[in-house]
């Protein structure tokens, strides 16, 4: 098992340099307010297309671009990478990470020409949405390049041609099966997964449209890019689930010879009652564990999640929102961030104002009408925000939660609705923690018509599985295997293959 550090970043992010929303500046102060590790990608070419030799707007703020990736890297607190998108019709889209500041663009005609290129130099190119039609072109996918494939966004999910998360969103597909991830894994490709937000409005990290997680020895820019090229990362959709896979020589991301053990392990620790944890070999389900294989433990550590937002159907009122909460006979041991991207703002900012081991503190905003209009593709938009609340302590543990509510202007030029306009709402609550393992609890927030949920609260038993796997046939023929991780509300994971075999 790691014992590296997990770190959460977006490699894979859009703004106005480019045809997006949002400042630069915006970006940077989004992500560094909840994210380890950040990659601003802007659209730089597209090179059998309309723009072979570059987007105007990107060209002439390239030197900007390049100036803050290198200004707001800030060793052991946040690490930033210098990148840019390129962009195909024959061969699909990467996104280009650079380890070095200070690079130029560079205006390749094909996808050979840019590997050509960046031969030598510390340079990933990253696939992603491959699952539209020539997503990927699997020949020319070069492991020295690639060590990662990007498996979801918001443009959807591309592991499979089954599952959730079908490539709805856009307007590029679906494509037959052999441009998934699980076809390039049948071809003797090896890549861990990503996943990145690829969001239009400026928003890293925006929740339910991708994270990449790495392992990491700590948060540096070196670090994180050995992790990388290591392929020890995982996937998730939005909820940070810390997933592991491992054996006897290696974990997530290692090569092994075909005469080790197979013999895996795994653990997994979410934010949701844990539906299903699969065990992926050669791409069929050997092994599966849901709830009822639990083990209560008696641990202390509960884990709560406060959302909030709804508003009228057709509502495009935006709700400003302040909010804390106070443990009493227990600890706050984690407070996690579940902030969607929409409705875009300049100004505003969804951040946490204070955190410590008593209490947190936040401001957010959502629109109702916002996000089901939205510019991003994703085909699991939520109108609310969230957070998730690990929380040491007991049945008897108090919660207080004070939040405020305050309707604010229209986002789209529509006439007013009066009814609500300026309606404000403060209320406190308080459970203890035995009153929210028995169920939720929500309420509306007075006159504001917008609601609050405190879900039901989670004993580990709930979010939490372990388990072991021993392969019983041939094991010495190749393999590769990987965990995908279903939560009830949804929310998935991906480990990064192991492979044996070399």
């Excluded at 038993?461 to 388990?467: L, M």
């Amino acid at each position: 098992m790691s014992t590296t550090t997990l770190l959460w970043g977006d490699i894979h992010n859009h703004n106005e340099l480019g045809y997006a929303l949002g400042s630069l500046e915006r970006s940077y102060d989004i992500a560094r307010s909840h994210l380890d590790f950040y990659a601003f990608t802007p659209h730089s070419q597209f090179a059998d297309g309309r723009a072979p030799k570059g987007y105007e707007i990107v060209n002439d703020n390239w030197v900007n671009i390049q100036r803050m990736a290198a200004d707001q890297n800030a060793p052991g607190e946040f690490t930033t990478f210098l990148a840019y998108e390129w962009h195909s019709s024959a061969w699909g889209h990467v996104h280009v990470v650079c380890y070095e500041d200070g690079l130029p663009l560079h205006f390749a005609p094909s996808l050979s020409a840019l590997q050509d290129h960046y031969r030598g130099q510390k340079v990933i190119l990253v696939p992603h949405h491959i699952g539209y039609d020539n997503g990927v072109d699997w020949n020319l996918l070069d492991a020295s390049f690639s060590p990662l494939v990007e498996i979801f966004s918001e443009h959807g999910c591309s592991e499979r041609d089954a599952g959730p998360h079908p490539m709805l969103g856009h307007s590029g597909g679906p494509a037959g099966s052999r441009f998934t991830a699980q076809h390039g894994l049948s071809m003797g490709k090896r890549f861990g997964f990503s996943a990145g937000t690829d969001n239009h409005d400026g928003y890293p990290g925006g929740f339910g449209l991708g994270l990449t997680g790495v392992r990491a020895e700590a948060n540096t820019r070196e670090a994180i890019w050995d992790a990388i090229q290591n392929r020890r990362t995982l996937a998730v959709t939005g909820d940070r689930i810390d997933a592991e896979l491992w054996t006897e020589g290696g974990s997530s991301g290692s090569v092994l010879p075909s005469s080790a053990s197979q013999e895996l392990h795994y653990s997994v620790s979410g934010w949701d009652t844990i539906s299903k944890v699969e065990l992926i070999r050669n791409n069929e389900t050997v092994h599966s564990q849901t709830p009822e294989f639990h083990i209560t433990a008696e641990d202390g550590i509960y884990r709560v999640r406060l959302e909030y937002g709804w508003g009228p159907m057709k509502g495009y009122q935006i709700f400003d929102w302040k909010g804390s909460v106070g443990v009493k006979g227990g600890t706050l041991r984690n407070a996690v961030p579940c902030f969607t991207s929409d409705p875009f703002d300049e100004q505003r900012r969804k951040k946490f104002v204070e955190i410590n081991d008593q209490s947190c503190s936040w401001q957010s905003h959502t629109s109702r009408g916002g996000v089901f209009s939205t510019r991003n593709g994703s085909t699991a938009c939520s109108a609310n925000d969230a957070i998730c609340l690990e929380i040491e302590g007991t049945a008897d543990t108090w919660i207080d939660l004070d939040i405020h509510c305050q309707t604010r202007q229209s986002i789209m030029a529509t006439p007013s609705d009066w009814s609500i306009a300026n309606a404000g709402s403060s209320q406190t609550k308080s459970y203890k923690l035995g009153e929210l393992l028995e169920g939720r609890d929500g309420f509306r927030m007075g006159a504001a018509p917008s609601w609050v949920l405190v879900h039901r609260a989670l004993d580990s038993s709930s979010y939490a599985v372990k388990g072991t796997y021993q392969y019983s046939g041939d094991s010495g023929a190749p393999a590769y295997y990987y965990l995908r991780v279903i939560e009830e509300n949804g929310q998935m994971a991906w480990t990064s293959p192991i492979w044996f075999g070399e």
